[in-house]
Nanobody, 127 residues
Framework: VQLQASGGGLVQAGGPLRLSCAAS????????VGWFRQAPGKEREFVAA????????RYADSVKGRFTMSRDNAMSTAYLLMNSLKSEDTAVYYC?????????????????????WGQGTLVTVSS
């Protein structure tokens, strides 16, 4: 599965932005999808994940209530709608896909458990 993240850019604090993760070359619908981010000088951290059939969504506490993740299996694309953006949301955002029978509720917040990664898209929030 090849992943292409897009939609990043410069946005003012409090504004919205939607990221997309387009998949090709595999069975997108068979994989859970996660979003992770990495700010300068920091470790990569979990943001959100969605199960194969959208039954389960999982969010980091720092984005809960502001970010919404969805997917369209017919389009082989996952989305991350980010509202009420803060300067601390500035980071490179990566989408990832994976599938493991051991995952609780079909998702994981652990980056090492994902098998496929996109190239990242930069989100810069100006205050």
């Amino acid at each position: 599965v090849q992943l292409q993240a897009s939609g990043g850019g410069l946005v003012q604090a409090g504004g919205p932005l939607r990221l997309s993760c387009a998949a090709s070359g595999g069975t997108f619908r068979s994989h859970a999808v996660g979003w992770f981010r990495q700010a300068p000088g920091k470790e990569r951290e979990f943001v959100a994940a969605i199960s194969r059939t959208s039954t389960t969504n999982r969010y980091a506490d720092s984005v809960k209530g502001r970010f919404t993740m969805s997917r369209d299996n017919a389009m082989s694309t996952a989305y991350l709608l980010m509202n009420s953006l803060k300067s601390e949301d500035t980071a490179v955002y990566y989408c990832a896909a994976g599938r493991r029978t051991s995952w609780n509720y079909g998702t994981s917040a652990t980056a090492a458990e994902y098998d496929y990664w996109g190239q990242g898209t930069l989100v810069t929030v100006s205050s």
